[in-house]
């Protein structure tokens, strides 16, 4: 069966500091993952995807995520954090068909 | 939030009370999708559809019941609500081709406490 884990419940970073948001997967033949952002009272949004191809994928918000196959690792990164960035990120694998399992999360706190 | 509406957005209810919460779509998306959120677990999926009429269980459906009778509405019931119930609620989703295949959209969720 497919799965991710997060293995930070929380980063702290300060603000104009690179972030790094850890996420290792399990799957059985080639990965689909996603990276999603939470706010407060707020649903999921997506912020970007890996399919297939380049191994540094970017997303909105200035995010960016490298696929690690070797490592099975699909870490989020931003070169410069902001205050703003603060909230609760998601990693994902597609299950079969078009189920998606989501990681426990990882709450990034930006420090200005 | 992706033209998706979630209702009710705040419900307060007492243990053993049916309850049932609605999603609807303006996307015209084929898959629709009902998480809870609970602090160490992430989102669970409960239930899901893959179209009219059709849906299936997801890996937290014991208590709930869901319905699709119309592309644009899944409804989510708790037959009798419990405690452990209390939550909240997203509904999302998805389109199984084009650019943005597989990608999930998120209503803006539903918090739920049982009494």
């Known amino acids: 069966a497919q799965s991710v884990a997060q293995p930070e419940d929380q980063v702290n970073v300060a603000e104009g500091n690179p972030l790094t948001v850890k996420c290792t997967y399990s799957?059985?033949?080639?990965?689909?993952l996603f990276w999603y952002v939470q706010y407060p009272n707020r649903g999921l949004q997506f912020l970007l995807k890996?399919?297939?191809?380049?191994?540094l994928v970017k997303g909105s918000y200035g995010f960016e995520a490298e696929f690690n196959k070797s490592q099975t690792s699909f870490h989020l990164k931003k070169p410069s954090a902001l205050v703003s960035d603060s909230a609760l990120y998601f990693c994902a694998v597609r299950d079969s068909g078009f189920k998606t399992i989501f990681g426990a999360g990882t709450r990034l706190f930006v420090k200005a | 939030d992706a033209g998706i509406t979630q209702s009710p957005r705040h419900k307060v209810t007492e243990t053993g009370t049916p309850v049932t919460l609605r999603c609807h779509q303006t996307e015209n998306h084929r898959y629709m999708y009902w998480y809870r959120q609970d602090p160490g677990h992430g989102l669970r999926l409960i239930h899901y559809?893959?179209?009219?009429?059709?849906?299936d269980k997801g890996e937290v459906s014991d208590g709930y019941s869901v319905s699709r009778s119309k592309t644009e509405d899944f409804l989510l019931t708790l037959e009798s609500a419990t405690s452990s119930q209390t939550s909240v609620y997203f509904c999302a989703i998805s389109e199984p081709s084009g650019e943005a295949k597989n990608i999930q959209y998120f209503g803006a969720g539903t918090r739920l406490s049982v009494l």
């Open positions: 559809s893959y179209g009219v009429k059709d849906t």
């Open positions: 799957v059985s033949g080639n990965p689909y």
């Open positions: 890996y399919i297939t191809g380049d191994n």
